[in-house]
Structures are given as structure tokens and as C-alpha cells.
């Protein structure tokens, strides 16, 4: 577990923060730019102190203003991967992986040529760090911060300096990292696509304090983080397990809820665990079991409760069977529909709009 | 240099030795100063960073005075340092070097502070996270980074050390062969009836000596920067 308490003062700005998490695990700090989530994590790192409060990780104490106690930075045996990499110039990348190396105090979980396999350095070792390619300096980033052998590893916006393309290199490395080694990441960043691939907790910052946190999949339908990330990104994120490769359609049937999708996706082993992102402007609402449709998913559930969305549209959620998804429909359409709490309904998605992430360890 | 007649030659070398050891003995010192003056507040820091920049607008000569008064033989510090140490300054080439030393130190000062100004103090932070202390930081990050402040310090503080005159004269006098460095022989030929020629071959000297220090200085920067990827 791991949980902070601070607050702190910086000039006008004021910050107040309280949150825990399981550990391991990915928490997302998630906010607007300038909401404070950046000096969140330069408190935990131990390069701001906080006026008042409290962290520990685990059950060890790294901050605790009333009893005095401040681990200094050096020993906290955090990782720290910095939005600008903040690679050494004067230092070739195998030398900047072994000065983290050299002084990691705490016990050992990854070798050197692990982290090189890892994250594919094996050709970069020797250059200089000015000639690496802004993704290779994030990986060689991620890779130093690794061989501190962290308790948590701390990321501030990594990807924010990097173009979509670049992106997408580097996410694959960041998802292997929490599947695989399991290492507890926090990881800051106001991009809600990095969330949705990466986060197993989110904690909502506006303003300087925390005003929602919890598993993505419940704070998926919150509406604090739904105004935030705009209404084209708005819906539900539930858990799927994958069944296996229809041989008829080549879709992957996808259990969720007391229902099953067919998406399109990798070839996965059945059982394997998936995050699906169904949007509410993709789904459809029907009161009757729909035929002569070329949509390929339909989800028996009841309607769960409806908030208005803007002036002309609503918010239905639907339970679906032990998950809630979203839809977003018309006033109009649910008037004419006679939507209500407990009102039996099928949500219709399109397979090519369910997105699809694997979470957990790779078949 | 067979064109150099042997006093001559004495004057140059001698140069190069009280100019070598003013830089050896400032170089840890002015690194220490110029950490203190911009990364620690002190009260009295204004005051001290006068002090250091003093000899820039001060006459050499009442800088030379000064060492006399402190390191003269019947000085505040020149008798205990003679006493407990056995250390001699005056007319020695030993306060060649301390006077050329104090003359060029707000040089060698600003040419560092400029470099450590520049040292971007998240790689210091960076270095902290992956489990350096102070002294680690310092000397793994810091001083390689502002290495090129260091060396064009110590050249152009090498080079000013070779010219200095009015500290050096007052405070250690001229003597051949133990204070008699470049300018102080260039003084003398030029104050001996018929010694143009050696005036003008120690002029040329100078002129030399110099232009060789600023191109080693500009090859020497453009090396180092290469290594730190700017």
C-alpha cells in the first residue's frame, strides 16, 4: 500500500493531497497541465519537501512531518524517470545505466543485461547520449531508473515530449514493466490514451488536490474525470477474458459482464485478461433484441440510472452483468426509447469501434 | 632557442613556472569559491564576492603592497607561515606565484561561475533520485560538467599569470633568475642603454606565448564540448 498525504505552498498556488493505492500496481496521477501532479511526485521523490503530511510505502515511513522523519532522496530508492530524460551528457548510455547500477542500495531484482534485453538497448550502449532519437532517450530514461532496483518507480508525463508515433514505442516497454517485473509505478500525465493503456488506479487532480481516485474501472464512469477528458473520450473501461478466435468471423470472442463481444485483436491465448474501452457515443440503445443489423455485439443488460450529459444528450448507464458501460443518446431518442431505471435494454457496439489492451503477463 | 641569450631563456622559463604553479594552487581553491558564490547563501556573500573581483579594478601595485604587508617577513601571516612551515614568499618565485595567482583569480572565477551557472541543476536532481550524495553529485555531475569553464579559467589565467608586472615587482621585486619573469625582464632591457633588441625579442616572445594560450584555449573548449554532446 501507498499512501501520501502533503501540502505545500508555492507562492500563489496552494497544494493538498491525499491519496492511497495498492501496491504494485499502475497509479495514474491524472489532470490538467499545471494542476500540481508534477510537484506531487517531485514531493514523493524527495526533491520538494512538503510543509505538512505523511507517506510511507508499504509500511516504511519515507515522510512524516509531525514525527521530523524526511528520507532524503538518495536513499529512498524511488526511480525517477523525468519528462525530459535528463540522460548525462558527459556520459555514454552504458555508463549512465551503471552509475544507477552502481549505487542501488536497495536488494537487486534486475541485472544490467536484463534491463538491455529488456528495453532493447543492446545496439545504443555505446553512443552518446545527444544522438539517440527521443524515444531511445526515454527508454535509455526508463532503463537507469530500473537499475536503481526501485520500491516505486516515479514518471513524470515520459511521453509528453514525444510525437504518436514515438509514443507508441515506448508504451510496449512501460506495459511489460507493470506485467512483468511488476514494478509499482506512479506515472503523471494529462493524456487520457497513456491512462487508459497503462493505469490500474487512477487519482484525479484539479487545482492541487485529489478529487476522485480508485480503479480505472469505476473512475471510467465518474464525472469529475469525464469532464476533464471531453466527451469523445468518455466510456466505460471494463475487464474482458478473452475466449478464443471465433474460426467462422476471425473475431475474438471476449467475455464481459454476462455477455461476450467479438473484437478485433492479436491472436491471445483463451483466459487471457483484457481492458476494453467501449466509448458512449459508439453505443447503441435498443429496447428489443435487434436483428437485420450488421452491428456483431449485442449486451443484455438494465438500464442502471441516466444523467443528463448537455443540453441535448443524456448519459445511460447499463449493467450489463457485474460491469456498467455507458451510452450516450439523445433526450429526444430516450424519451421516444421510455428509458428508466431497471428498464431491460441491449447496448449494440460495433466491433471495429471496442478497443481492446492486454493486461497481465503475455501468454 | 639559440636566438634567446641565457638570462633571456632564464626570464621565459621562469614564466612558465610561476605561471604553472599560480594556476595549480588557484584551480582548487577558485572551484571552491565559485561553488560557494553561486550555489550558497551566506551572510557577507556580496562582501566576499567583492573582495574576489577587487583586483580587477585595483592598481597591481597596492595588490603587491598588500601581500607585503600580509606576507612580508614581518607580516601578519609571512612570519608564522616562515616560522611554522619554513615557507618564504618574498623575493622568491614562490610569491611570483602568489601574486600572480591573486591578480588572475577573478578571471579564473568568472570564466567558472559562467559554466556552473550553466550546469542544469535537474541532472543534479537526476543524479540525487538514482542515489548520489552531495559530494557524489558533485563530483560525478557537476565538475565534469563545468570542466569547460575550468580549463578556459585556467588558460586565460595562465596566460594573464605569464603578463603580470606591477603585483609581481612590488611584492617580490626583480631579481634574475628567482623573480625576473618576462615583462619584468622586457622592463629592464628597456631600461638598459642598447637593449632594444632584447626588448623586442621578449615583446615578440609575449606576443607568441599569448596567441599560442587563445588557441589553445578555443581548440581545447571546442574539444571539450564535443565530449559533453553541445
Known sequence: MLTVEAAKRRGSFSLDVRFETPVPGVVALFGRSG?????????????LRPESGRMTLDGTVLFDAAAGIDVPAERRCFGYVFQDARLFPHLRVDSNLRYALRRAAAPHFVTLEAVVELLDLGGLMRRRTHELSGGERQRVAIARALLTQPRLLLLDEPLANLDRARREEVLPYLEIL????????VYVTHDFEEVLRLATHVVLIDAGAVIAQGAIGPMSLNASLRRIIGPDAV???VTGTALGVDPVTHLMRVRVGAGELNVRCAELGAGASLRVQLLARDIIVSTELPRHLSV????AGTVAGIQDDDEEAELVAIDVGGEQILARVTKAASRDLGLKTGLAVWALIKSVSIRVHLVGARA | MTWLDPAESAAL???????????????????????LLSRSRFVGRPLVDALVHLPLVLPPVVVGYLLLVIFGSRGLLGGWLSRMFGIELVFTRNGAALATAVMSFPLM??????????????????????GAGALDRFTTITLPL???GILAGAVTAFAAALGEFGAVITFVSNIPGETRTLPLALYTALQTPGGDRAAARLATLSIGLGLLGLLLSEWLARRVRRLLGR
Open chain 2, 109 to 130: 572565477i568568472r570564466a567558472m561561475r559562467i559554466s556552473l551557472e550553466n550546469v542544469d541543476r535537474g541532472l543534479e536532481d537526476a543524479a540525487r533520485t538514482l
Open chain 1, 235 to 237: 466510456g466505460a473501461i
Open chain 1, 35 to 47: 494542476c500540481g501532479k508534477s510537484t506531487v511526485v517531485n514531493l514523493m521523490a524527495g526533491l
Open chain 2, 146 to 148: 563545468m570542466l569547460p
Open chain 2, 13 to 35: 622559463s621562469l614564466s612558465l613556472v610561476v605561471a604553472a604553479r599560480s594556476v595549480i594552487f588557484s584551480l582548487p581553491v577558485a572551484v571552491a569559491v565559485t561553488w
Open chain 1, 296 to 299: 456483431r455485439n449485442n449486451l
Open chain 1, 178 to 185: 507493470r506485467d512483468e517485473l511488476r514494478v509499482p509505478m
